[in-house]
């Protein structure tokens, strides 16, 4: 029964070169939980500024976010090994700056400096490997669905470990472990997966003789950019709010485990989705998941406890999954082939520029109101992102028509 379950896992996997590129993109995507994290543990023990850590930690998010589209066409137009490899050989260099430059007392800018370079520098690798995917499962709808779910699993499983490796080494050995550990397996991933040539997405140079690339789906990337702005939001506002609750009630050591069941609820949830032949196509599912998320964050603005929050949050995770994955379907559908990557990463610029302002909000209710105020902010973000859920086209957009096979590497 269980083996029947996972049954669609072992077959894409089974898939030549599949596991290899999935693992290591796995590995590649630790910096993505932990590098921020790692900035303000770091410069708050070695400053004793928690107000310069956050900022020094806000510039690196928001060069990532800024640079992720730039780094999703390079991967389309260059091939996803001229571009990964050279990218996260910056970011190295830049992460040991930062270490660098805090540890030896150098002037903050040079540290603000280092920061930027290297969430700039910092390539898309989830959306590389969901291109990739993409790519050596083309013709296979079912397949893409389950590959797309194991990836939403293996971003849970970074977002639920990373954190808890980097404060256990930041604290137990040395403030810089954090960020070096991020350093080194990011770039050992990176290079690992950028040196596998033979399952990566072809590249199709557009130029004066080849003419201007295809356009992306306007009204979709629209759509779905306005949607992932309402879950960054979502998950932004969240932690914020989930932090202050803890700490109202004297519990503020418990507000990592309760994020962690948040996380726990959207991995569980993702096995789930990858292993169950869906009817609906995923504009429906998107629709619904979305829905479901909103309602299930509505009861957080009224729980009495924090055992109480931490089962709301293990529901309310489970509809994220869902909609991460039905979303980045949609998009594989939607995005002519020669731009997945690039308009995977459009969606998740748009979720990163949606947890600053969520955040943000949740902050100023907890401070006027109380974190039970705050909770309503994620609420009105998941009303935004399902508006922009239902108001975008459903279906393939493209009309070039699917190969039967696709040649194994």
Known sequence: MLSSAFSPYARILATPGALAFSATGLV??????????????????????????????AVYVLANALLAVVHGRLADRLGQARALAPAIVVFAV????VVATVTSGA?????????????????????????RWAHVLRGDAPGVQT???????????????GPIVVTFLATLWHPAAGILTAVVTGLVGTLALAAQRRTQPPVTPHDASTGA????????????????????????SAEVAT?????????????????????LGSLAAGVVVGAVAWRAGPAVRMRWSAAALTVAMAPLVVAPSVWVLGLVLLVAGAAISPTLISTMSLIEQAAPRERVTEAMAVLHTGMAAGIAPGAALAGLCIDTWGAHAAYV???VSGVIAVAAAWLAPAGDTRSE?????????
């Open 147 to 161: 590959a797309f779910a194991l990836e939403a699993v293996v971003d849970e499983a970074v977002f639920i470990t």
């Open 243 to 263: 932090v202050a609750f803890a700490e109202e009630q004297d519990a503020k050591a418990w507000a990592g485990v309760l994020l962690a069941l948040w996380a």
């Open 377 to 379: 902010v994620p609420v």
């Open 28 to 57: 590649a995507r630790i910096p993505i939980s932990t590098v921020s994290l790692g900035i303000v543990l770091l410069v708050s023990q070695q400053t004793g500024s928690y107000g310069l850590a956050g900022a020094i930690s």
């Open 107 to 131: 002037p903050t800018w040079t540290t603000y400096a280092a920061a930027a370079v290297a969430g700039g520098a910092l390539p898309q690798v989830g959306s590389c490997v969901r291109a």
């Open 401 to 409: 028509p699917v190969p039967a096979e696709v040649r194994a590497p």
């Open 94 to 97: 830049a992460g040991i700056a």
């Open 213 to 236: 690339r295809p356009p992306l789906p306007v009204a979709t990337m629209v759509a779905l950019t306005a949607l992932c702005f309402g879950l960054g939001s979502i998950f932004g």
